[in-house]
């Protein structure tokens, strides 16, 4: 068994096993972003029903999220991940063979959307665990930059490629290829040798007193850790004002910019958010050799709210995509280094509470609140009207910070470096 760690990411053949995994994972989720809703929309042609799917997503993270977070704790991570895989293979699977039987709804879709998620939350628990084990900790910022790097280029491809296949195939067809890519993510955990959890000799047997206690610790660090639970409630109130816009994305693409639910124009669109995310991804590593983490969310939040504003202003399609890259690179800046901080900071064995708690309210939360109001205000004032009060919220989050202990952690850490 290897037990040695190779000094880089590139040549650790387990790394490189876990980074497949994800990058298939990200493939067929990213065809699932942009199938479900113009699925769940080209059935129903309702704002809401759309809207919903979004915070489908999310809601199981209020329901499970707590719960999978403890149980990742105790649990082997890599039998979570890889039997997470397979089941929602065989979930997502069910939407496309229901099409070919003629036997598809929107309530099956709408009930895949949450179940999914829900077991998907097992999943975030255990992988939040598993990578800091298996790099190790000085390398979490590195080894989630190449992730999120990935995904993000995943990001940049796949919706113009997604965006041309919907001119000529139905999104539920789409959908089996997510299926497969939880098959391929499956084999590739688990052909990971190395250990992704460390021994949990001494722990008290399962039970419903003790999970609950797990839970109780994992809050309390959360909690008590200036750092992280700023971050932890800026990035809810960002996932809100994300939420909403998501939710009403494809509906806006329809109705305000005009390039429809499907074709190459549509692709672009969603597209240009990936480039700002690589952007994110592969400036993150650079920028924390001069800034701290905290530094970083302070300066980088007042950019997503001001774009989180500009954005559904746009005039056309082509300054909508500009818009959305920028705002991409800055939104998802906050993401992975509010992911990797906590990553850094947390305790092994609290990681994947403390992760999940703070999914739970980032992810669960603000995104599924958000997915939720944005739906009803674009629905009764219009698209645009709905997603520009979404983006207000950001400056919630704006204020939160600079009034926070943030400021106190970047000052201190610039002072350390001087």
């Known amino acids: 068994m290897t037990t040695t760690m190779p000094d880089r990411l590139r040549d650790d053949p ?16 990213m065809v699932t972003a942009i199938a479900l809703p113009v699925l769940v929309y080209r059935l129903s042609g309702s704002t809401v029903l759309t809207a919903l799917v979004s915070a489908l997503e999310a809601a199981p993270y209020l329901l499970t999220g707590l719960f999978a977070g403890a149980l990742a704790d105790r649990w082997n991570r890599r039998r979570v991940m890889v039997n997470s895989d397979l089941v929602n ?43 800091p084990v298996l ?7 590195q080894a989630n930059s190449v992730v999120w790097t990935a ?13 041309l296949s919907l001119a000529v195939l139905n999104p539920a067809s789409l959908l089996t290829l997510d299926a497969l890519s939880f098959v391929g993510s499956a084999l590739a955990v688990r052909g990971i040798m190395r250990a992704m959890s460390e021994q949990r000799d001494g722990r008290q047997p399962l039970r419903t ?24 409630i800026v990035g809810s109130l960002q996932s809100f004002a994300g939420g909403g816009f998501m939710a009403l994305m494809v509906v806006w693409c329809d109705r305000v910019l005009h390039v429809g639910t499907s074709g ?122 709905g997603m520009v009060v979404m983006g207000c919220f950001l400056f919630v989050a704006v204020a939160v910070a600079w009034t926070s202990p943030l400021r106190r952690i970047a000052a201190g850490h610039e002072a350390v470096v001087a």
């Open 135 to 141: 790099v190790g900790r000085a390398r979490v910022a």
């Open 264 to 385: 190459l124009r549509f692709g672009l669109v969603w597209g240009t958010w990936g480039i700002g995310g690589l952007i994110a991804a592969v400036g993150l590593p650079r920028l924390l050799k001069r800034m701290s983490p905290a530094a970083i969310t302070l300066y980088a939040l007042p950019v997503s709210a001001i774009l989180g504003i500009i954005t559904p202003l746009a005039p056309g399609w082509e300054s909508a995509a500009i818009a959305l890259l920028v705002w991409g690179s800055a939104y998802v800046l906050v993401i992975v280094n509010t992911i990797s901080y906590r990553q850094q900071v947390t305790p092994e064995h609290l990681l994947g509470r403390v992760n999940t708690a703070a999914r739970m309210l980032s992810w669960g939360v603000g995104w599924t609140f958000g997915s939720v109001v944005g739906g009803v205000l674009g629905n009764h004032y219009g698209i645009r009207t």
């Open 151 to 163: 995904s993000s280029l995943i990001e940049l491809f796949v919706p113009p490629l997604a965006g």
């Open 89 to 131: 293979a065989m979930l997502v699977g069910s939407v496309p063979v229901a099409h070919l039987l003629d036997m598809l709804t929107v309530a099956h879709v709408l009930v895949v959307a949450f179940l999914v998620q829900s077991v998907y939350t097992f999943f975030d628990g255990a992988n939040f665990g598993a990578l």
């Open 14 to 29: 387990d790394f490189r096993r876990y980074w497949l995994a994800r990058a298939l994972s990200v493939t067929g989720s």
């Open 209 to 232: 007193r003790v999970v609950l206690a797990d839970i109780a610790e994992g809050l309390r660090y959360l909690v008590g850790h200036a750092g992280v639970r700023t971050m932890t």
